[in-house]
Structure formats: structure tokens, C-alpha cells
């Protein structure tokens, strides 16, 4: 499936997918290191790393590799995050997401505005039945929004990364958008 042509509106967003343009806003959330945080890799460091991640995801994008979409404020060009749908089992109609947002933009309510509408798409559209994310035990932020949007703790994954040498576990979350802990 290509993914390329997929934008998805909100009351006030815009999810698009990432263009060469989105290097400058998309270095500057990937270098900073409270975003990084709980990532699954440091902070970037030069810009080379946002040109070239944008150059794989509109080449995974045309593929149907994975979903990955810029959120934008409607009134302006600039991105202040992402979401990603990614890792899809078409057979058990499921996959992973993930997702983060500038700091200037935290606290609003769009990230949780975003995957409203993002998880809409992929249960009516591609027909996803099964989203799960894994975070960081102490990503309170990202536990938050997952558990506003009805995402239930299934699990904890022991020693399931290793980032620039520091071990941490994961916690497993779960939606299953067919069941009433789901609603757009
Ligand atoms: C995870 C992350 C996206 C959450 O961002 P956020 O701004 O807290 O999430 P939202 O945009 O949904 O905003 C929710 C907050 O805005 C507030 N808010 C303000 N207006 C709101 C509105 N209209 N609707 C909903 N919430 C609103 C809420 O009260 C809430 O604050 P609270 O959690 O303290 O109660 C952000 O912390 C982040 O990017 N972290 C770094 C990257 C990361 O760790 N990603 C996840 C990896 S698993």
C-alpha cells in the first residue's frame, strides 16, 4: 500500500507525511534531548540525520513500509511532531506506534487529538483491529495519553533495550479498536 497521499485532518492539526522541507523543524525536535529522552536512540546531532531519515520515510512511505505522518498546527507549515504506524502483521491485523512532540507544543492536548483521528484511520481505513505501543517505565507523559485513549498496561518486557549502553525495561500497552475501550 502506498502511503504517500495519506493526510489526515483534526479539529486543529494537519497529519501529512514528511517532505525534504520538514529538515530544519524535524532536526530541531530530534536533537532535543528532553524529547529523546525515552527514545530508542540519543538525540541526533547534525542535520545530515533529519535529511537523510526524511529521504528513507518518503521511500518507505511509497513502499507501505510504515505509516509516518508530520503533525502540523493548521495555520502553519512547520512540523511540531509525528505519529508512526509501523511493524504491521496484515494477517492478525495489527502493529506498533509511536509518536512525539516538539516541547513548545506539549500540554495542549495534541497529541492525544492526533492519534484520536490517527487511530480512526487505521481501524476504518486499513482495517487494524490491534495497536500496541511500548514505553519506558518512567515515560509518564506517553502512559498518560496512551490511557486517555483507552489503552490498557499489558506487560512488562525485562532489559528490552539498550540505548547508548543503559538497559531499561518496557511497558506493553494495548488497544484493541473493536471493543469499547475504543471510541473516535
Ligand atoms: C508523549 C508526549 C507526546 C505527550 O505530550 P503531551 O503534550 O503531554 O500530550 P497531549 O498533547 O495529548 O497533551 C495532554 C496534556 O495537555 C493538556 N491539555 C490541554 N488542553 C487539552 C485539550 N484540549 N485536550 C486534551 N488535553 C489537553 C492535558 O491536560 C494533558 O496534560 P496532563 O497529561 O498533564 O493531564 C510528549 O511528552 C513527548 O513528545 N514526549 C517525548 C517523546 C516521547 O517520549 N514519545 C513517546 C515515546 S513512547
Redesign the pocket.
Known amino acids: 500500500m502506498n502511503y504517500s497521499r495519506v493526510r489526515i485532518e483534526t479539529p486543529r492539526l494537519i497529519l501529512r507525511p514528511f517532505t525534504p522541507e520538514d529538515a530544519d523543524s524535524w532536526f530541531a525536535i530530534m536533537r532535543d534531548p528532553l524529547?529523546m529522552?525515552?527514545?530508542g536512540h540519543g538525540p541526533w546531532l547534525d542535520i545530515s540525520q533529519a535529511r537523510e531519515a526524511i529521504a528513507d520515510d518518503i521511500e518507505a512511505m511509497e513502499t507501505g513500509e510504515y505509516l509516518k505522518l508530520a503533525i502540523c498546527e493548521k495555520s502553519q507549515a512547520e512540523c511540531l511532531?509525528m505519529c508512526i504506524f509501523f511493524h504491521h502483521h496484515y494477517g492478525s491485523q495489527r502493529g506498533a506506534i509511536?509518536?512525539?512532540?516538539a516541547p513548545e507544543a506539549?500540554?495542549?492536548?495534541?497529541?492525544?487529538?492526533a492519534l484520536r483521528y490517527f487511530f480512526t484511520f487505521l481501524h476504518q481505513r486499513m482495517s487494524l483491529r490491534r495497536l500496541e505501543?511500548d514505553?519506558h517505565p518512567d515515560?509518564l507523559?506517553?502512559a498518560?495519553?496512551l490511557e486517555r485513549l483507552g489503552f490498557q498496561r499489558e506487560g512488562l518486557m525485562k532489559e528490552r533495550w539498550c540505548v547508548d549502553g543503559v538497559i531499561s525495561d518496557s511497558v506493553l500497552f494495548g488497544l484493541l479498536l473493536n471493543k469499547p475501550s475504543w471510541s473516535p
Do not use: D, H, P
Open positions: 524529547v529522552q525515552y527514545w511532531g509511536g509518536y512525539c512532540l506539549q500540554g495542549r492536548g495534541y497529541m492525544t487529538e505501543a514505553i515515560n507523559a506517553s498518560r495519553v
